[in-house]
């Protein structure tokens, strides 16, 4: 019985969340609340240099170097 109350409590809080933050965005469609900003999947990019590739990757370098040499087309010039 405590479960369930516990669950009915957080779905009205949930629904209480979601409700406010459309009615806060009524007017305004476009704007972006930090809930889609989490999910969204504009990543940044960052590269690395060669050199660092052994500790990104937790490899030895001479395995990094053998990955390099195995897949250039992925390499750029710095």
Same mark, same amino acid.
């Given at each position: 019985? !405590?479960? #369930? /109350?516990? /669950?009915?409590? /957080? !779905? +009205?809080?949930?629904?209480?969340? @979601?409700? !406010?933050?459309?009615?806060?965005? @009524?007017?305004?469609?476009?704007?972006?609340?930090? %809930?889609?900003?989490? @999910?969204?999947? #504009? #990543?940044? *990019?960052? %590269? +690395?240099?060669?050199?660092?590739? *052994?500790? /990104?990757? !937790? +490899?030895?370098?001479? #395995?990094?170097?053998? %990955?390099?040499?195995?897949?250039?087309?992925?390499?750029?010039?710095?």
């Amino acid at each position: 019985m !405590g479960f #369930d /109350l516990i /669950l009915v409590a /957080l !779905g +009205i809080a949930a629904a209480g969340y @979601f409700i !406010g933050n459309g009615l806060k965005n @009524f007017k305004n469609p476009d704007a972006k609340d930090s %809930l889609s900003e989490i @999910f969204s999947n #504009d #990543d940044e *990019h960052e %590269l +690395i240099k060669e050199n660092n590739v *052994h500790y /990104l990757m !937790g +490899i030895s370098k001479e #395995d990094a170097k053998s %990955l390099i040499q195995e897949y250039p087309a992925y390499r750029t010039s710095i």
